[in-house]
């Protein structure tokens, strides 16, 4: 069993809000999304589907805070065809 003391004990992070925790550090030192995974495997035994949860929520995030989608130049914003009634 490895102790504290041990230069390869890692912890596990396994609860969501010590995950979105970290995830947020790593992204406030300027860590890309793609490179958070194997930061925080340095250091932790890491739920891979929870972090990938994470990571799906943090894209839409930030998608959504960039705005709506532009219209596109025919005037069709979702691409379907509507006739004037």
Known sequence: MNSPADPNFKTRLTDPKAMVAQVKALLVKGIQPDEIAPELSKIYYVDVDLLNAV?????????????????KADGQSDGQNRAAA
Not at 55 to 71: D, H, I, Q, T
Request: no cysteine; hydrophobic share 40%.
């Open 55 to 71: 990571l799906r929520v943090v894209r839409k995030m930030a998608a959504s805070a960039k705005g709506p989608e532009e219209p």
